[in-house]
């Protein structure tokens, strides 16, 4: 079993940071990549920012220069530095790993359970 905490969520005001944290426990053997998601009221989950296992990153263009996505294969966790915030990225926000278990079979996508970020203007 596998299993991923979020933390770091909050609210803050325009132009603020905050530094989200999803650590992931169990049965790990590996971890073809990490990304965070998020889903604003009324909209559609969209991928923010991914890290693969070599160390490859992608962004939204949003995001770009704001968000920085991090990881500490020791601790099995991920990170999403985001800095400049704005109303616009107000949500609920996911980490979502690619997992492969001790235990053998095929990699499988774990999600966390979400922590909502929430910019004042």
């Known amino acids: 079993q596998v299993q991923l905490v979020e933390s770091g969520g909050g609210l803050v005001q325009a132009g603020g940071s905050l530094r989200l944290s999803c650590a992931a426990s169990?049965?790990?053997?590996?971890?073809?990549?990490m990304a965070w998601y998020r889903q604003a009221p009324g909209k559609q989950r969209e991928r923010v920012a991914i890290?693969?296992?070599?160390?490859?990153?992608n962004y939204k263009e949003s995001v770009k220069g704001r968000f920085t996505i991090s990881r500490d294969n020791a601790k099995n966790t991920v990170n999403l530095q985001m800095n400049s915030l704005n109303p616009e990225d107000t949500a609920v926000y996911y980490c979502?790993?690619?997992?492969?278990?001790?235990?053998?079979?095929?990699?499988?996508?774990?999600w966390g359970k979400g922590t909502l970020v929430t910019v004042s203007s």
């Open positions: 890290m693969t296992s070599d160390g490859g990153t």
């Open positions: 169990g049965s790990i053997f590996s971890i073809a990549f």
């Open positions: 979502n790993l690619r997992i492969r278990s001790t235990s053998g079979g095929d990699a499988m996508d774990y």
